[in-house]
């Protein structure tokens, strides 16, 4: 088996992990009962009692909590316990709206710690690895949460915090930093700072990198790994549940570990709520087994993945998620169908000639609904013929129907045209069909 920082828990015999989580699970229901609100009422109205919950399989009749619960409770209302015991507190920034402020008791900081300490060790770092952590310190949990971990495995660690891109080479090259933890944009970001450096990335002393807290691909891990000259894995968190170290991918670079001893986890319809079987994609909702100040119960994360079928070659028995493919809240229905722009836009970095920059623009012809997807080309492909362009549209619109499973009309727009909205990203959809 590779190497676990916590083997006893990571590759625990599955029956005991059921126990353990039914155990946990009836204490975390009995603690928010007593000391949250919201959960009394929940319960006490769908006639819930968590001292007579004894089966796991009764976890989908417990209510969901949703962003708009959190949101309503700003800043403290679904906390399990005074702030005379909260040593920290976080908070996402979110798009719209409130943020939402996490709590965190002592104990709640030593179970983070560990289970971040889990998905460094398990993507390759040990005690003598020199960790730079480049992600942001402050009210976002990604540089405080991996720094805890970091010691936590007894690695030296660097708190470089994001940006200051030539600064960050500078300290890679000098205190020779073997792990690297950053969000995947920001690494290829780096990795162009590097070549216009002119830095010989192979005299750099880089062994593996940590990403996550965005959706990437496959397309750009492969870039990342060329680029840097490093082992890159997908790592996954969120604030709402604590951050990052929820789930993390192993050496096998084939989905991600969840510590399934302090999350239960279920995959369900976004539309309807219904819990779909393993391997089916859909939402990712969580219960939280083991948190004190800031428990959730069947948190609605957003987040569209899957529950990945069978054991991992690395011996972990902790269930695995894939990538997170969307959000429900980017999920545009055409024709019936579910469409992630982010999947659209993962299609995009794979084929040549295309940039990142498109928009998806909906119409309504009778009862039909309409799409077209506008994509601005590279400035390579501007010189070409005519009849590449054509191929090129052509290759667009076959693999958007097979892999999108509906048809979208392609036409490519002039480099820069498309509308950039806020902080200069453009405008992904525009859907006319109400009009
Ligand atoms: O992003 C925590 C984190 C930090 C995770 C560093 C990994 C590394 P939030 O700011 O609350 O927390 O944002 C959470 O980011 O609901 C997902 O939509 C997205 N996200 C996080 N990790 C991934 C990933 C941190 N590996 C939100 N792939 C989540 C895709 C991710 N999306």
């Not at 690395?314 to 997170?324: A, D, E, F, L, V």
């Not at 969307?326 to 999920?331: E, F, P």
Request: proline share 5%; aromatic share 6%.
């Amino acid at each position: 088996m590779r190497e676990c920082f916590e083997p006893q828990f990571e590759a625990m015999d599955r029956g005991d992990l059921a126990q353990l989580q039914l155990e946990r699970l009836q204490a975390t229901l009995n603690r928010v009962a007593r000391n949250v609100p919201l959960y009394r009422r929940r319960f006490a109205e769908q006639g819930i009692d968590p001292d007579t919950f004894a089966d796991l399989a009764d976890v989908r009749h417990l209510p969901f909590t949703t962003k708009a619960d959190l949101r309503e409770a700003y800043p403290y209302g679904l906390f399990a316990v005074p702030l005379r015991e909260v040593v920290r507190l976080h908070a996402s920034s979110g798009t719209s709206g409130k943020p939402v402020v996490a709590g965190y008791t002592r104990n709640d900081i030593k179970t983070w710690s560990r289970l971040v300490a889990r998905v460094l060790v398990a993507a390759g770092a040990g005690q003598d690895d020199v960790v730079q952590i480049a992600l942001g310190y402050g009210l976002f949990t990604g540089g405080m949460g991996f720094h805890y971990g970091a010691e936590t495995v007894g690695a030296a660690v660097i708190p470089a915090s994001s940006g200051g891109t030539r600064r960050q080479v500078a300290i890679m090259q000098d205190y020779r930093t073997s792990v690297f933890v950053a969000t995947p944009s920001y690494a290829l970001h780096l990795a162009e700072t590097l070549c216009a450096m002119d830095v010989n990335v192979n005299s750099l002393s880089l062994r593996y990198g940590l990403f996550g807290a965005e959706t990437w691909t496959e397309a750009m891990r492969a870039a990342i790994e060329d680029r840097l000259k490093l082992t890159a894995t997908d790592n996954y968190g969120l604030s709402e549940i604590m951050g990052p170290g929820v789930a993390g991918e192993c050496l096998e670079q084939a989905g991600m570990h969840v510590s399934e001893d302090h999350f239960l986890i279920e995959i369900v319809d976004p539309a309807t709520g219904e819990r779909l079987p393993d391997g089916e994609e859909g939402e990712l909702v969580v219960t939280t087994l083991t948190k004190e100040a800031f428990p959730m119960i069947r948190f609605r994360t957003g987040d569209i993945t899957r529950i990945l079928p069978g054991p991992c070659p690395c011996g972990r028995t902790m269930r695995r998620i894939g990538r997170i493919v969307g959000r429900t809240d980017d999920m545009l229905i055409i024709r019936g169908v579910n469409v992630f722009p982010s999947r659209v836009e993962a299609l995009l970095l794979e084929v040549e000639g295309t940039t990142p920059n498109y928009r998806i623009v909906l119409h309504r012809r009778g009862a039909l609904d309409e799409a077209l997807l506008e994509v601005e080309p590279t400035e390579a492909l501007l010189f070409d013929r005519v009849s590449e362009h054509q191929a090129l549209l052509e290759k667009l619109e076959r693999r958007l129907a097979s892999e999108l499973g509906v048809g979208i009309g392609v036409r490519l727009v002039e480099p820069g045209s498309l509308a950039r909205g806020q902080e200069g990203k453009t405008i992904r959809v525009v859907d006319r069909r109400g009009l």
